[in-house]
């Protein structure tokens, strides 16, 4: 009988995984891959303790798990080998390793569909001392202790029961509900469940839309700069995409083509130079999408980021003829890795909005929309918002202080609040070289290059965010970067 020792157990004690887990996780993987077959013998819960520095219990533990999972069985003499019953792999690898040749994918795909210019972020953002960093999650502010109240409540019995099953096109009614009641009111929009679509993100709401709307025969517009994402999903529709420069009011309602079936804004907090649309363009947009017919998109990705004043109504708060879809998202203000947004719309385009949704990807994950819900409804959402506005201020405060003191241009900022500063660097500044010398100095920024889709040469914009770094590292940090500037 095949006994297996115990040097193939390593683990890490600085890891967050527990020491039970990476015990577990031995050997599961090496049932999984094979190496482990039916039978053999596992080291004893004394010996392998002995072996790894931790204690028997630890080892004892591990074991009786992974027997309740039935990848491990008891043997005589309290001994424990590999179950009869666990799911080793069944097929040998092919002895030529892979195909002889690769196949030429690139003639064959209808792409490319890399189009957009990624913003760059480094997964390690934490470690750097200045992250000036739009969009990444606060844990000092966030309450994750709630959190994981909310996300135990959505596997409590009769939660999990529903979220088990399968949703079809449906969503999560706590959740939609309380967009209905809670969240839209707050922008002046009146919605039924049935106008409510629960959408993986803002970006995947603007993609739905955008197959819904255009295709080759159409014609859109959107702001410059403007997300990279919201440009490469117009293009990949083959619509004809007119390029709106945006000023200190946002878009220009007169700058656009006489001839558009879409216009894709950020009325409230453009994106990316952070300006708000005033109320007298938003009635001039809107008549002139009477006048000429068009559809107008708005994303309404951050006006929860309003302390300095209240927000502007929503566009489509203002709509009286039906032109407005509205796309929201969770993703902002809870954390982007949650990746849940809503597209709000009249009943039968959100019906087929549901339709091409369910091709992709059915639904959104149910724990997540349930978890959500539960954190809405408990007041945590509210008080998250509260905590960020007061610190945000904050940060806002000691942010813009340091720019003038450092006499940086800001080209953009959000009259209510926000959570970043546009700067416009000097002439002949490369932002992209510019954010790797600062990356050397332990200060993060963000490009600007990515936002214009059709810049031919460098881009002297970039982003500075305050939602990722301490109030305390703001002014230190602003110095870097205008000393860097000095000698850019």
Not at 22 to 31: F, H, L, M
Not at 67 to 86: D, L, M, N, W
Not at 241 to 259: A, F, N, Q, S
Not at 299 to 325: I, N, T
Request: net charge neutral.
């Amino acid at each position: 009988m095949q006994a297996i020792s115990e040097d193939v157990f390593l683990i890490d004690k600085a890891r967050p995984r527990g020491l039970q887990a990476q015990i577990r996780e031995a050997v599961v993987s090496g049932v999984l891959a094979g190496r482990f077959g039916p039978g053999a013998r596992l080291p004893s819960t004394r010996r392998l303790a002995r072996h790894l520095n931790v204690s028997r219990l630890t080892v004892s533990l591990a074991y009786q798990e992974l027997v309740s999972q039935g990848y491990i069985e008891t043997a005589e003499r309290s001994a424990f080998r590999i179950s009869a019953t666990a799911p080793v792999a069944r097929l040998a690898a092919a002895a030529t390793g892979g195909p002889e040749r690769d196949l030429d994918w690139a003639a064959r795909l209808r792409g490319p569909f890399a189009i957009a210019k990624p913003i760059r972020k480094p997964l390690d953002w934490r470690s750097y001392p200045y992250p000036f960093l739009y969009g990444q999650t606060d844990m000092s502010l966030f309450d994750l202790a709630a959190w994981r109240d909310c996300t135990r409540s959505a596997l409590a019995r009769l939660d999990f029961e529903f979220m088990a099953g399968d949703f079809a096109a449906a969503d999560d009614m706590q959740l939609v509900h309380y967009i209905a009641s809670h969240t839209l009111p707050r922008r002046g929009i009146q919605a039924g469940p049935d106008e409510i679509l629960v959408t993986v993100g803002a970006q995947n709401a603007l993609w739905i839309v955008i197959q819904l709307l255009l295709d080759g025969t159409r014609k859109a517009a959107c702001e410059t700069p403007c997300h990279p994402d919201i440009h490469a999903a117009l293009r990949l529709s083959g619509a004809d995409v007119t390029m709106v420069t945006v000023d200190k009011g946002g878009l220009p309602p007169e700058r656009l083509p006489d001839e558009v079936d879409a216009v894709f804004v950020t009325p409230s907090h453009q994106s990316p130079t952070a300006v708000r649309m005033p109320m007298e363009r938003r009635k001039r947009l809107l008549e002139l999408a009477e006048e000429r017919d068009f559809i107008v998109v708005e994303d309404d990705y951050e006006f929860e980021m309003s302390f300095l004043e209240p927000p502007s109504p929503a566009l489509r708060s203002l709509d009286r003829r039906g032109r407005v879809l509205y796309v929201g998202s969770f993703s902002k203000s809870l954390f982007p890795g949650l990746r849940l947004g809503y597209l709000v719309g009249p009943p039968g385009l959100i019906r087929e909005a549901r339709a091409l949704r369910a091709l992709m990807l059915r639904h959104p994950p149910g724990h997540l929309q349930r978890a959500v819900a539960n954190f809405l409804a408990l007041g945590h959402y509210d008080s998250l918002m509260r905590r960020m506005r007061l610190e945000y201020s904050r940060r806002h405060a000691a942010m813009a202080s340091a720019l003038d003191a450092h006499g940086l241009t800001v080209a953009g900022q959000s009259s209510f609040g926000g959570t970043s500063f546009w700067i416009e660097g000097p002439q002949g500044l490369d932002a992209d070289a510019f954010a790797d010398r600062l990356r050397d100095r332990g200060v993060l920024i963000e490009s600007g290059s990515p936002f214009f889709a059709e810049l031919d040469g460098p881009c002297r914009y970039f982003r500075m965010a305050y939602s990722s770094i301490p109030a305390g590292r703001i002014a230190a940090g602003v110095r870097l970067v205008a000393e860097a500037l000095e000698t850019a």
